[in-house]
């Protein structure tokens, strides 16, 4: 918990445990066997942040973190757990927290959204399963579109800019060598592909706000 200005996450023989704001910007690791309390530390640590005015993102792929947007209901292990470590005189108080939802598909939450430029051609090729020929290719067509100043939003902008370097190959190949039109073709098969298995999360990034918490 955010307790005069630390983040308090423990304590040994009654010497708290806790790290200091400035120095949150290092990697760290919470490991341990199932059950030994990673993801409540975790959350500890999220809260804490909130508390210190900090905004957090978390992939919480199972849900186990979802919880906090409401307040936390103790039983009798947290009640004693608490009284242990006196967090009452530490002004520890049962409350929700703000929380954003991100859905890919928007079903449950602000619809998470990316752009194709965002993305860049590493991850989009691995995202699309490319041969490295034609990961090459991709990576080509991305600088001519920073080269030519154009930002590619959705697979609509990147099939364009497709279609637009085959038919100036000649141009281009002056600079980058040929580029083959088979791989151009297969590029742009997987993109339909892509599109037609529901991978619609393209555009622009919608401004972030508090989501109410969902229904029960």
Known sequence: MYDNGMIWIGEDHGERLCIHPKMANRHGLIAGATGTGKTVTLKVMAESFSDA???VFLGDVKGDLAGMCHPGQGGKDMEERVRQMDLLGA????????VCFWDIFGDKGLPLRTTISEMGPELLARLMGLTQTQ??????????????GLLLLDTKDLRAMLNYVSENN?????MYGSLPRQSINSILRTLAALDEQGGDFWGPCLESRFCPPPKP
């Not at 002004?91 to 703000?98: E, T, V």
Request: hydrophobic share 35%.
């Open 91 to 98: 002004g520890f108080h049962d409350q929700s927290y703000p």
């Open 53 to 55: 005015g900090v905004p």
């Open 170 to 174: 000649k141009d281009f190949g002056a």
């Open 135 to 148: 990961t090459d290719v991709l990576s080509i067509v991305f600088g001519i579109a920073d080269q030519e």
